[in-house]
T-cell receptor, first 117, second 114 residues
């Protein structure tokens, strides 16, 4: 069964509104969660690393004020797309390793399809 | 920035045949991982091969790693229709300590025709 739960799976919003995406680790504590973005038939691009109890680390070119990340507990990280625009329409996926180790595979949520009209 | 590049970008084979996908990367790695993604879904981890390993098996999957050529291959034997998906290789750039986000290649879209 799924070990990382992501909600919602789909969301349609109007331009200018904000959308919150939740990512929960179900049977382990995730001190770190990763947020990816994927365009159709493209690879996953790492947006930011969410760390429990501290500020997220954003990849170059990702606007931290637009993509707000909160990792309030060891099992929950949220990504809020603020003042969404049509170009923010994409597939957003969260993931987390079971352990803080290079050799710990990532467990992925099922993704959120965001459409901004 | 992307580290891995899969080849081919698309592959269509008959059910029962073997499918081979290749991945090349650019810098030193700790390990290389392969993931599968069904359309519109998240990724599922398939297999991890460490930098000091040359070959690894898991069920119908066989992964090789050649660090001198900075390349890896994923072989799926006796393919099934359910293997239709996109396959990605992923690496973590060596940065010392802690967990780092994986860098994914562009993926190989595999279609198994019944």
């Amino acid at each position: 069964g799924a070990v990382v739960s992501q909600h919602p799976s789909r969301v349609i919003c109007k331009s200018g509104t904000s959308v919150k995406i939740e990512c929960r680790s179900l049977d382990f504590q995730a001190t770190t969660m990763f947020w990816y973005r994927q365009f159709p038939k493209q690879s996953l691009m790492l947006m930011a690393t969410s760390n429990e109890g501290s500020k997220a680390t954003y990849e170059q070119g990702v606007e931290k004020d637009k993509f707000l990340i909160n990792h309030a507990s060891l099992t929950l990280s949220t990504l809020t797309v603020t003042s969404a625009h049509p170009e923010d329409s994409s597939f957003y996926i969260c993931s987390a390793p079971r352990a803080r180790s290079y050799n710990s595979p990532l467990h992925f949520g099922n993704g959120t399809r965001l459409t901004v009209t | 920035s992307q580290q891995g590049e899969e080849d081919p970008q698309a592959l269509s084979i008959q059910e029962g045949e073997n499918a081979t996908m290749n991945c090349s990367y650019k810098t030193s790695i700790n390990n290389l991982q392969w993931y599968r993604q069904n359309s519109g879904r998240g990724l599922v981890h398939l297999i991890l091969i460490r930098s000091n390993e040359r070959e690894k098996h898991s069920g119908r999957l066989r992964v090789t790693l050649d660090t001198s050529k900075k390349s890896s291959s994923l072989l799926i034997t006796a393919s099934r229709a359910a293997d239709t998906a996109s396959y990605f290789c992923a690496t973590i750039l060596y940065s010392g300590g802690g967990a780092d986000g994986l860098t994914f290649g562009k993926g190989t879209h595999l279609i198994i025709q019944p």
